[in-house]
């Protein structure tokens, strides 16, 4: 079975840190892309961060850059979202997901998601 399964999602405080984990099986994903989303209760879905899963190339929303950092592990087929700085604006469901172009994907044409983790941020 195909799948993306996320979780380390969870509650912290104003300023600290939570990291993201996206684990795919069932294929092959080495010429995807694989991002990160986020959907606020209200909100439309945004995307947040992508990686390359060939090269390790990465993208960022300008609303994370320098707080929020992508990486992978290929041996584990598992993509991280380290959150740091948080806010209460992070608050969300966090989702991943896998696309073939990261123009696509940057707008939410992914191929396969996951079921999303929750991410509760109090100030």
């Known amino acids: 079975q195909v799948q993306l399964v996320e979780s380390g999602g969870g509650w912290v405080q104003t300023g600290g840190s939570l990291r993201l984990s996206c684990a795919a099986s069932?294929?092959?994903?080495?010429?995807?892309?694989m991002g990160w989303f986020r959907q606020a209760p209200g909100k439309e879905r945004e995307f947040v961060a992508a990686i390359t899963w060939s090269d390790g190339s990465t993208d960022y929303a300008d609303s994370v850059k320098g707080r929020f950092t992508i990486s992978k592990d290929n041996a584990k087929r598992t993509v991280f979202l380290q959150m740091n700085s948080l806010e209460p604006e992070d608050t969300a469901v966090y989702s991943c997901a896998a696309g073939r172009r990261l123009s696509r994907l940057r707008v939410g044409l992914g191929d396969l998601w996951g079921q999303g983790t929750q991410v509760t941020v109090s100030s």
């Open positions: 069932g294929r092959t994903f080495s010429s995807y892309i």
